[in-house]
C-alpha cells in the first residue's frame, strides 16, 4: 500500500511492491533538480544552473528530518570540516579570491551530508540523474545545445571529456538507482552507454568498463581486495602505454596529447614551489602561450588548491563511502556495488581531467554510498 501523500510536492511511486523500501514514494523536488544537475553550460549570474540546484537541495534538506535520526560517520564530518578549514586558510594565507571555490566545496559537503542522512530520496535522484542524463544526450545528439567540439557529443554537457565524466559517474547511479526493475534500467543503460561512445573521451570509456568489471567480478572480493582492485584499475589507466591510447579511431589526437602533456608539466612545477597548504582555492590553472587552461590532472589540482591535506581528505571521503558498501556490495545488493563502481570512475576520470575531485558527481557518488549504508539491513543476501 503506498505512503499517504501529505505534501504536494510528494508523487505516490506506484511500482513499489516491497513493505520494506526505504524510498516508497518520489518526491518530486528531489527528481527535478536532480535532472538539472547534468546540465553543465547554462548560468544564471555566472553561476551554473546545476549548482544553484544542487544548492537549492541542499538547502531543502535543511528542513527536513534525518531518515530514523541517521549521521554521517564523525570520519566523514570531520574529513568534510577540514577540508572547508584547510581551503580557507589557504585561501587567506596566499591572499586570492576563495569565497566563490570554497562556497563551491560547502555544498559538496552539504550534498554528502544530505544524501547520506537519508534526507534525500536516492530513488527519486536516481530516477531525476536518469531523466536529466537521457535528455541532455538525446539533445546533444541532435546538435541542441552547443556543439563546440565536431564529431564529439557536447550539448548542454559542454566539454566532450568533462561531460564524459558526468555520464558515467552519474550514469552508473542513475541506472542502478532509477527503479528495480531491470527493463527500466536497460532503457535508461543504452542512452547512458551511448552518449559515453559518443563523448569520444578514451578515459571515460575505460571508467565505464571499469565499473562493469567491478559490478560482475570486483564487488565479489572483500573489503582489502576490493579496494586494492579499485586502485589497480585507477593505477592502470595513469599507466597506460602511449602507443595503446592512440589506435584506431583516436590516432588523431596527437595533438591534444602533446597540448595535454605541455600543460601537466606545467601543472608540476607549479606546484614544485607550493607550501603544505598549497597555493589556494581555485588557482587549479595554467598559462601557455598567454592562454589560460585548467589542470588537466584532479589530484595535482586538489595539490594545488589546498596541498597534500586537501588531496588526501578527499581520497578518504571517497574511500571511506567504498569501503562502507563492502559488506553490502558482497551480499549482493548491487546498488551498493553500483555506487562503488561510480566512485571507481571518479577515480579514473580524476587522471586526465582537472575538475574532477572537487566536482558535484564525486559529492554525489560518496553522498549516494552513505545513503545507501542506510539500507544495510534490506539487503538480499547474495544468490
Known amino acids: 500500500m503506498s505512503k499517504r501523500v501529505d505534501s504536494p510536492w510528494n508523487l505516490p511511486d506506484k511500482t513499489v511492491v516491497r513493505a520494506d523500501e526505504v524510498d516508497r514514494d518520489i518526491r518530486i523536488t528531489d527528481f527535478v533538480l536532480m535532472a538539472l544537475l547534468p546540465i553543465r553550460t547554462i548560468e544564471v549570474s555566472g553561476l551554473p544552473i546545476n549548482e544553484f540546484a544542487m544548492a537549492g537541495l541542499v538547502t531543502l534538506s535543511l528542513m527536513r528530518p534525518a531518515r530514523g535520526r541517521a549521521r554521517v560517520p564523525e570520519l566523514v564530518f570531520l574529513l568534510m570540516a577540514a577540508l572547508l578549514v584547510l581551503l580557507v586558510f589557504s585561501g587567506v594565507a ?71 565524466y558526468f555520464i558515467v559517474t552519474l550514469g552508473i547511479l542513475a541506472i542502478f538507482f532509477c527503479d528495480d526493475r531491470w527493463k527500466v534500467r536497460l532503457v535508461v543503460a543504452v542512452p547512458v552507454v551511448a552518449g559515453l561512445v559518443l563523448s569520444y573521451s578514451r578515459t571515460g570509456l575505460l571508467a565505464g568498463a571499469f565499473a562493469v568489471v567491478w559490478v560482475l567480478a570486483g564487488r565479489r ?47 608540476r612545477i607549479q606546484i614544485s614551489d607550493m607550501p603544505w597548504y598549497g597555493h589556494g582555492p581555485g588557482t587549479a590553472r595554467v598559462n ?96
Open 94 to 164: 596566499n591572499n586570492v579570491d576563495w569565497t566563490r571555490r570554497v562556497g563551491h566545496v560547502g555544498i559538496l559537503c552539504g550534498l554528502i551530508w544530505s544524501l547520506g542522512t537519508g534526507r534525500v530520496s536516492l530513488r527519486s535522484a536516481g530516477l531525476g540523474l536518469a531523466t536529466g542524463l537521457v535528455a541532455v544526450i538525446g539533445l546533444g545528439y541532435v546538435g541542441i545545445g552547443g556543439a563546440t567540439y565536431e564529431g564529439r557529443l557536447t550539448g548542454y554537457l559542454g566539454d566532450p571529456n568533462a561531460g564524459a
Open 288 to 383: 601557455i602561450r598567454d592562454l589560460e587552461f585548467f589542470f588537466h590532472n584532479s589530484y595535482l589540482a586538489a595539490r594545488q588548491e589546498g596541498g597534500w591535506g586537501a588531496l588526501l581528505i578527499v581520497l578518504s571521503l571517497m574511500v571511506a563511502g567504498f569501503l562502507l558498501l563492502s559488506k553490502q556490495s558482497r551480499r549482493g545488493d548491487l546498488q551498493a556495488a553500483g555506487v562503488q563502481a561510480a566512485v571507481i570512475s571518479v577515480g579514473v576520470m580524476a587522471t586526465t581531467l582537472g575538475e574532477v575531485l572537487l566536482d558535484l558527481p564525486m559529492a554525489i557518488a560518496v553522498g549516494f554510498a552513505l545513503g545507501q549504508r542506510l539500507h544495510a539491513d534490506e539487503s538480499p543476501p547474495d544468490g
Open 221 to 267: 572480493l572483500g573489503a582489502i581486495g576490493g579496494a586494492a582492485m579499485a586502485f589497480g584499475l585507477v593505477w592502470i589507466v595513469d599507466n597506460i602505454p602511449k602507443s595503446l591510447t592512440t589506435f584506431g579511431p583516436f590516432s588523431d589526437r596527437s595533438g591534444s596529447d602533446a597540448l595535454r602533456n605541455r600543460i601537466i608539466a606545467q601543472e
